[in-house]
């Protein structure tokens, strides 16, 4: 594998979603993939078949190696195995020995979450996904590790987590005025849950804490700037070139796992009791 002719090109699937999320990991990729002289195909993946085409598509290209985002719940390693060239996957620990992973450690970012509410005096909490998809069946998926960290440390303190959808929210806030916090799945869901509660004459915070998770560029602009989790985009990026270019030269890498930052804004205020 090592020894065939190198194209200079790698290739990366990433999702067809979070295109702003997904620019700032671009750019770490592309910075440290320049200093090897090496080029980008970009493939966006809205299916697991098409996750599935591109890894072989990329693979008749000749890249030298793929960057991949998996998708949730879709066992991808016989396509890998298959593929006899290097693969790093990003955010997501895939269980292949042929694959490096880089992800940030969404449990501790969770866990730092709940942490903030609590010291808020928020005991019980929401953890808001954009549809009822039961989360905890996709173990492997960074919007499962975000939501066993947070209710892990909800529950050690005798609070609880109600996972809850987009759908649902509204609803639940009207009819369970003991719960005054959000935790969301990532930003764009809270900004989403933004316009909702606006429809609502829902008030933020005074009526529900909000947190984010990625801190996206336009949540600082918000009204009031949402507090989230920040994620190393473009570290992520350029750690996951780093290793994949490790792996082409023939050397060991090893799993990366990043750690994440709370951003307080004001999105979040003491709980009180009405």
């Not at 933020?204 to 700037?225: A, C, Q, R």
């Not at 490790?246 to 050397?251: A, W």
């Amino acid at each position: 594998m090592l020894a065939k002719k190198r194209t200079g090109l790698i290739g990366v699937i990433f999702p067809e979603t979070s295109k702003s999320f997904f620019d700032k990991i671009l750019t770490g990729i592309q910075h440290e993939l320049e200093k090897y002289n090496y080029n980008i195909i970009l493939c966006l993946n809205s299916s697991k078949d098409k996750e599935k085409y591109y890894l072989h598509y990329l693979a008749s290209r000749g890249v030298d190696g793929i960057i991949l985002d998996p998708r949730d719940n879709y066992d991808n390693s016989k396509d890998i195995n298959s593929l006899n060239i290097p693969v790093v996957s990003l955010r997501t620990k895939v269980e292949n020995k042929n694959v490096v992973s880089v992800m940030s450690d969404d449990f501790h970012g969770g866990y730092i979450a709940a942490e903030y509410l609590l010291n808020l005096k928020h005991k019980n909490s929401y953890f808001l996904m954009s549809t009822a998809k039961n989360i905890k069946k996709i173990k492997n998926s960074y919007y499962y590790k975000r939501y066993w960290g947070f209710e892990q440390k909800i529950n050690s303190v005798g609070g609880k987590v109600i996972l809850t959808s987009m759908e649902d929210i509204i609803t639940n806030i009207e009819n369970n005025r003991d719960v005054k916090a959000i935790f969301a799945a990532n930003d764009e869901i809270a900004i989403e849950f933004y316009f909702k509660a606006h429809c609502s004459n829902i008030k933020i915070p005074l009526d529900i804490s909000v947190i984010g998770y990625n801190n996206d560029d336009v949540t600082k602009h918000l009204i009031p700037p949402l507090t989230t989790i920040n994620q190393a985009k473009e570290q992520l990026g350029e750690m996951s070139a780093e290793k994949l270019m490790f792996l082409i030269e023939g050397k060991k890498a090893m799993d990366l796992k990043l750690p994440p930052e709370l951003i307080i804004r004001k999105s979040c205020i003491e709980f009180t009791k009405q």
